[in-house]
């Protein structure tokens, strides 16, 4: 009797609409989902490496199910989290705990490369780099904001003057260093005057800088094996989110259907291939003339209020992506 399909579902403890949601979308194509807590390893969850003459076995055990690596057709890498530790370790002893723990899943995650992975971890940290993402989206056509990277004060401050004081900051990649229940984050920021007089700090961390587009709204496209998903939203009205509209309040802005018109979809469709990736989260200006620029891509970022607040089908549109061959 051929077994269903199983796809391992790599994420964290506190994360639940949209896993829950490709979870359905599994079932309902025939397929079973295990979901990987990544913070819960190695306290909770036990990985098993066996390597002998006869080859080589891995294995996972979740709760009371354990499955061999071989049995696993799909892998969605959703978020892949620190350990969460006992806070009563020797902080060196917790330290190399963290440490062997990441070898060990490398590892695991070495074990299911034949398995069919949304997205394949090493294009993926590639990819999170804004400098190699800006360069593939040049060469794709896309519209994008003069950049500069650079740890030179002088440099950043001629930017700044060239671009008449319209300028945010922002970092390569992502952090990820984990702070309790939620990842530590550094959110897009505008330049002032008193950044510029104390650019001196450059020399210990270089610092991306963009010029700052107008826009009418924000696109954030989630990009699912070719199919593109479009909410919009107007945060101009927010004055912590105006320059990020992360950091808007839900009652200062929402999201509203969007499109993208097919001469900028076949560029991110360009783009995507050239990075390597099956998802991502792309984020886009409108200006208020109606052009998209292109700022950036997250291979690992939020779609789950596009589907909540718009019903756009992202999870069906994962769900086929991780059954296809």
């Given at each position: 009797?051929?077994?269903?399909?199983?796809?391992?579902?790599?994420?964290?403890?506190?994360?639940?609409?949209?896993?829950?949601?490709?979870?359905?979308?599994?079932?309902?194509?025939g397929?079973?989902?295990?979901r990987?807590?990544t913070?819960?390893?190695?306290?909770?969850?036990?990985?098993?490496?066996?390597?002998?003459?006869?080859?080589?076995?891995?294995?996972?055990?979740?709760?009371?199910?354990?499955?061999?690596?071989?049995?696993v057709?799909?892998?969605?890498?959703?978020?892949?989290?620190p350990?969460?530790?006992?806070?009563?370790?020797?902080?060196?002893?917790?330290?190399?705990?963290?440490?062997?723990?990441?070898?060990?899943?490398?590892?695991?995650?070495?074990?299911?490369?034949?398995?069919?992975?949304?997205?394949?971890?090493?294009?993926?940290?590639?990819a999170?780099?804004k400098?190699?993402?800006?360069?593939?989206?040049?060469?794709?056509?896309?519209?994008?904001?003069?950049?500069?990277?650079?740890?030179?004060?002088?440099?950043?401050?001629?930017?700044?003057?060239?671009?008449?004081?319209g300028?945010?900051?922002?970092?390569?990649?992502p952090?990820?260093?984990?702070?309790?229940?939620?990842?530590?984050?550094?959110?897009?920021?505008?330049?002032g005057?008193?950044?510029?007089?104390?650019?001196?700090?450059?020399?210990?961390?270089?610092?991306?800088?963009?010029?700052?587009?107008?826009?009418?709204?924000?696109?954030?496209?989630?990009y699912?094996a070719?199919?593109?998903?479009?909410?919009?939203?107007?945060?101009?009205?927010?004055?912590?989110?105006?320059?990020?509209?992360?950091?808007?309040?839900?009652?200062?802005?929402?999201?509203?259907?969007?499109?993208?018109e097919?001469?900028?979809?076949?560029?991110?469709?360009?783009?995507?291939?050239?990075?390597?990736?099956?998802?991502?989260?792309i984020d886009?200006?409108?200006?208020?003339?109606?052009?998209?620029?292109?700022?950036?891509?997250?291979?690992?970022?939020?779609?789950?209020?596009?589907?909540?607040?718009?019903?756009?089908?992202?999870?069906?549109?994962?769900?086929?992506?991780?059954?296809?061959?």
């Amino acid at each position: 009797m051929t077994r269903s399909p199983l796809a391992l579902l790599v994420t964290h403890s506190g994360d639940h609409f949209t896993v829950e949601r490709v979870a359905g979308a599994l079932a309902r194509r025939g397929a079973r989902a295990l979901r990987f807590d990544t913070d819960l390893f190695p306290e909770e969850v036990r990985l098993s490496a066996a390597l002998g003459p006869g080859g080589a076995e891995n294995f996972i055990r979740v709760g009371g199910e354990e499955v061999e690596a071989s049995e696993v057709s799909a892998v969605w890498a959703r978020r892949n989290w620190p350990p969460r530790l006992s806070e009563r370790l020797d902080e060196r002893f917790r330290a190399a705990c963290v440490r062997e723990s990441g070898a060990a899943l490398e590892g695991f995650f070495d074990g299911l490369a034949g398995a069919r992975w949304v997205n394949e971890p090493l294009r993926e940290r590639a990819a999170e780099n804004k400098l190699l993402q800006l360069r593939a989206a040049r060469e794709a056509g896309l519209d994008l904001p003069p950049t500069l990277l650079t740890n030179d004060a002088g440099r950043a401050r001629a930017f700044y003057e060239a671009e008449g004081g319209g300028v945010v900051a922002k970092l390569l990649r992502p952090l990820s260093v984990s702070m309790g229940d939620a990842p530590f984050f550094v959110y897009t920021s505008d330049v002032g005057a008193a950044d510029i007089e104390a650019l001196d700090s450059l020399r210990h961390c270089p610092v991306v800088f963009q010029r700052k587009i107008e826009k009418r709204r924000e696109l954030r496209v989630a990009y699912v094996a070719g199919s593109l998903f479009a909410g919009a939203l107007d945060a101009r009205g927010s004055a912590r989110g105006r320059t990020d509209w992360r950091l808007a309040e839900p009652s200062e802005c929402s999201w509203s259907p969007a499109t993208v018109e097919p001469p900028t979809a076949a560029r991110l469709e360009t783009l995507m291939r050239r990075l390597g990736l099956d998802y991502g989260a792309i984020d886009l200006i409108e200006t208020p003339d109606g052009r998209h620029v292109f700022l950036e891509v997250n291979p690992g970022g939020e779609w789950g209020m596009l589907e909540h607040d718009l019903g756009l089908p992202i999870s069906e549109a994962i769900a086929d992506a991780l059954l296809s061959s």
